[in-house]
């Protein structure tokens, strides 16, 4: 395939291949080794000691450790093995649910009735089921409301009565009761789900649609009509898994969801002028579409090229809908979803083309209906929208894992970035650049967190920051530029660190200090595996391990230590070093140069350095000499291991050094430069 590395990220993967982590050593790293054997006797009159005590400094987060000491994972077990791999008795539940919906477009509101299977796959005995009411975060009480600024993308709007109404819970024609804590339902149960029972209850709700759903649902009124986005918009039951039983943390707005896989049968009802689509694959197109619209949505089903199902000049024009009167239902079927959204509107222009994937999905025969639907504002970029969309999950299908779904569909609206299984929901109107951007982010998430199954609400990072990383690579080879390390550069994390209050990117998102979930979720750990893939381990190395972690996880519900035992297990590093000094720590990096001295034989170089915060990474340094020729050298991050203070050594073949400079590519976040130079006086 075709990637493209930027020249000084090429070069420098080959010496940290070979130099950093080889551990039996290549000639680079030996040679610059002050232990390497034919090493002569120091004799300039003083080697400089060590400046710092042996044991490492640890002024925060992570006080009397050793960065390189082994981190205290959860015990391995036959459920979540050691190796990081899910393990024989591995289980998780599975959920279904048969939706009927109806969207009130005049009242805004929608109204549900569903029937839900609960599968019970553990090995223990369930006395409750608990419920996410998640639209309850859209009362005036709220603690999501209370808890968040008002008026803020994810905080409560002045005049807007939201929630759920419950009109009936009901198990085999008998009437549950539930007890409602805010965002969650606890169903009492007479009888326990014992292992390996199925439990099915029916429930029946209403709500009115926010039209700021926290940014994650939203209803816009746009010329020819208005645009309806919806999402955690049924009661869904929530996850119990091996980890924490019962995952009840409420939802209060930055954290987004944490859900079972299961299968979804969905009828939607909307009037007869509006496009409905969905993260599920239409299953009556001839009750729904005009002969003419039905027979351009099966030729964008075999073309790879867009086909324009509903054009700018339909909408509006009763022709584009079928004949007669009252709302249309349109169905839908997904299978193996962690939830279901859709939008439904009667300004929407209808874009979609085939995708066809090698290798096969998991649900799907390798063809993808990628899809946009929009209101005529956005036209001007969005008649792309399904061209950038086919770009995107082809790239990450090529590269990291088969796009597991049979749709793929764009929706603009008032939402600005935010996704779902099969759907997304995308603001960017202005350029071609911010809608791809969002357009790639929104659908990266398919593989984290919808495919490989996290949780949001404890971990942002597993599914922002990994999408963020991913999308270095598609906006990259997109834009024809070479990757850089995107939201995470290098100059910018030592800004945004240096401001006061920091926290471990292990921080719950809801617990994280406003305006900077941004760098903590996505800028920090995507900034981590660009330097764990360019810097670290090299893309061979890195890509063997992650694509392993997305095989080993997908469609299952990993924790952070099966991600860094999966790592360590394929790449065969220890990176304990990595994870505390990047993951669970508020670490600062400083590389240091304190001298550059020469023996009296002019046969030996020794240079000083020093690491002088609590990071520690590998050091690559240039040597400039006075003939003009120049080295490039590198040591293992093992060398501060035992000490803050390292005297690198090397024979200068009869050539006086004039500059010795750390990180020459710039590629590390160094909070001191002063000291990253040497140049001979
Ligand atoms: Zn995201």
Known sequence: MARRYGAWSRSLVALVGGALLGLAGSAVAQDADQNAEERPEPTRSSLAGPTFDTAFRAPNGFQGTHIFAPLAWPQANRVRLGSGAPGVDYWQQKVDYSIDATLHAAERAVSGRATVTYHNNSPDTLDYVWLHLEQNLFREDSVGALSKEPGSRFGYREGFEGGYEISSLTSDGRDLEMAVYDTLGRIDLDDPIEPGETFTFEIAWSFNIPPFGADRMAVEDVEQGAVFQLAQWFPAVVMYDDIDGWNTLGYLGQGEFYTNFGDYDVRITAPRSHIVVSGGLLQNASDVLTDEAKARYERARRSGETVTIRSADEVGDPASWPAGDGPLTWEFRAENMRTFAWASSDAFLWDAANLEI???????????????????????????????????????????????????????????????????????????????????????????????????????????????????????????????????????????????????????????????????????????????????????????AFREYIDRWAFKHPQPADFFRTMEDVAGADLAWFWRGWFYSTAELDQAIVEVEENEDGDWVYLDLENRREMVMPVEFEVEYDDGSTDFRALPVEVWATTNAWTAGWNPKGRRVVRVTLDPNGVLPDFDESNDEWVAE
Not at 396 to 417: D, F, T
Not at 425 to 451: I, K, Q
Not at 454 to 469: C, K, S, V
Not at 505 to 517: A, C, E, F, T, V
């Open 358 to 544: 090698s290798d096969r999905g998991t649900v799907h025969d390798g063809n993808v209906l990628v899809q946009a639907a929009y209101p005529k504002e956005g036209i001007e970029h969005w008649q792309n929208a399904v061209a950038m969309a086919q770009h995107s999950v082809e790239f990450n299908s090529r590269q990291w894992h088969p796009y597991p779904y049979p749709v793929a569909v764009n929706v603009n609206g008032r939402v600005g970035g935010m996704e779902y299984p099969g759907i997304v929901f995308c603001r960017a109107r202005r350029s071609e650049r911010s809608l791809y951007g969002v357009t790639d982010h929104e659908f990266g998430h398919n593989w984290f967190p919808m495919m490989v199954n996290t949780d949001e609400r404890r971990y942002a990072w597993m599914d922002e920051g990994f999408n963020t990383f991913i999308n270095i690579y598609t906006k990259a080879d997109y834009f024809g530029e070479s990757d850089d390390n995107g939201r995470g550069s290098p100059g910018r994390m030592v800004s945004r660190q240096s401001a006061d209050n920091q926290q471990p990117i292990m921080s719950y998102p809801d617990q994280i200090w406003r305006g900077r979930l941004g760098y903590l979720a996505y800028g920090k750990p995507a900034a981590a595996l660009w330097q764990l893939r360019e810097n670290v381990l090299g893309p061979e190395r890195f890509d063997r």
